[in-house]
Nanobody, 122 residues
């Protein structure tokens, strides 16, 4: 089993920044793909960004140029630096892990964190 714990969410004004963290523990050696997804009220969960522990990064068009995904292999931690935040970025942000390479499809992920709320005020 792999446990994922997100942190770093909060309330920020439009144009501001936040950095989310996702700490992984347990049998992490079996995972490669890691992703961030978000779910706004009344909407489906959507892909934000993903990477492989072995390399490779991919972003949703809606966050490209504003968000940066990164990882610290030694700490088994993934980050999401969010800049130039917009009210439409308001959502619960989830991190996820999978045994194969990263994917934009949430159903392909094996492990999920509990989520962290990000609220961007206008």
């Amino acid at each position: 089993q792999v446990q994922l714990v997100e942190s770093g969410g909060g309330l920020v004004q439009a144009g501001g920044s936040l950095r989310l963290s996702c700490a992984a523990s347990g049998r992490t050696f079996g995972t490669n793909g890691m992703g961030w997804f978000r779910q706004a009220p009344g909407e489906e969960r959507k892909f934000v960004a993903a990477l492989n522990w072995s390399g490779g990064i991919y972003y949703a068009d809606s966050v490209k140029g504003r968000f940066t995904i990164s990882r610290d292999n030694a700490q088994n931690t993934m980050y999401l630096q969010m800049n130039s935040l917009k009210p439409e970025d308001t959502a619960v942000y989830f991190c996820a892990a999978k045994r194969g390479p990263y994917s934009v499809y949430e159903r392909s992920y094996d492990y999920w964190g509990q989520g962290t709320q990000v609220t961007v005020s206008s």
